[in-house]
């Protein structure tokens, strides 16, 4: 498969041939392209090698290419010429040589269009073809590429776990318990989640949510210490900062309390034989999960 966006999947959103035109709603037309969203990134790369035909922004609707808005056309060594339509900007002057994997422009909503998309259309000589076969992707209405799944996201306005879990191919059950979200699963604009349940994820939470400052020594040093992994894991399911408590043993009091810590005695007994885990208990227990 042939991406045309930097990495990740794309969304095919209306494919090439018949339909009724987006815009208006009522009458029908041929679609000469492929409509695209991209999932991951919104760069814009070329899908072949060949030379930059043109660049350029068309406003004048008496310019047959109006509806374009900026675009680019490259022409590829086999006679064919790209159209990337609808960008952002452009990444690429006329006469420039490109190659496939290099950057064209950023996924936009200039021309006529109805929302920020691609437009990718593919001609050879004046007649058009299914660019869609040219990408080795199905001519239909999907999600083609791999997801690219961060250890952390973070919360966008109108975002649900659901959708969340939809856009990445999580299980939601275990996006709503790694997340201590069983209770209450909504969300709020600006929280992170972590998206796998790993160490890792949670020191990347804990890092980004300011509970924590040195994400490198807690990416080196949790694996030395018996059940610290567990503990930052825990630490992911809060969401709220608030302020450190005054001792580790308050930290693991309020842990217990919140329901994050099964094990109160193994930590009071051992976190004095562990560095910086006290320090590290003192900040999760006064953070709250909502």
């Not at 959103?13 to 815009?23: A, F, L, N």
């Not at 399911?237 to 094990?263: Q, Y």
């Not at 007994?269 to 885990?277: L, R, S």
Request: charged share 25%; hydrophobic share 35%; glycine share 10%.
């Amino acid at each position: 498969m042939k991406n045309p966006y930097r990495f990740g999947a794309f969304r095919l959103t209306s494919p090439y041939g018949e339909r009724v035109d987006p815009v208006n709603g009522s009458v029908k037309d041929f679609h000469a392209g492929i409509d695209l969203v991209g999932i991951d990134t919104k760069e814009v790369v070329s899908v072949s090698n060949g030379t930059v035909l043109r660049s350029r922004m068309v406003t004048d609707k008496n310019d047959p290419t109006w509806q374009w808005g900026n675009y680019v056309s490259v022409l590829d060594p086999h006679g064919n010429t790209i159209f990337y339509c609808h960008l952002e900007k452009r990444l690429v002057e006329q006469a420039d040589r490109v190659h496939v994997g290099d950057p064209i422009g950023i996924q936009g909503a200039t021309g006529y269009v109805t929302g920020p998309h691609l437009h990718l259309e593919m001609r050879n000589g004046i007649e058009t073809f299914d660019p869609a076969d040219y990408l080795s992707i199905e001519n239909r209405v999907g999600v083609y590429g791999k997801i690219e799944v961060p250890d952390v996201y973070t919360v966008k306005q109108g975002d649900s776990l659901w959708s969340i879990a939809d856009k990445y191919g999580l299980d939601l059950k275990e996006l709503i318990v790694i997340n201590g979200r069983e209770r209450n699963n909504t969300t709020v604009t600006g929280w992170n989640l972590i998206l796998k349940k790993t160490p890792a994820a949670a020191i990347e939470k804990l890092w980004r949510d300011t509970i924590i400052s040195d994400r490198g020594y807690w990416l080196s040093n949790y694996s030395k210490y018996k059940n610290v992994g567990n503990l930052l894991l825990a630490g992911a399911k809060l969401h709220v900062k608030g302020e450190r408590c005054k001792t580790p043993e308050e930290g693991i009091s309020a842990l217990t309390r919140m329901g994050l810590l099964n094990d109160p005695d193994f930590w009071l007994a051992h976190y004095p034989e562990y560095d910086n885990v006290g320090n590290l208990l003192r900040a999760l227990g006064g953070c709250r999960t909502e």
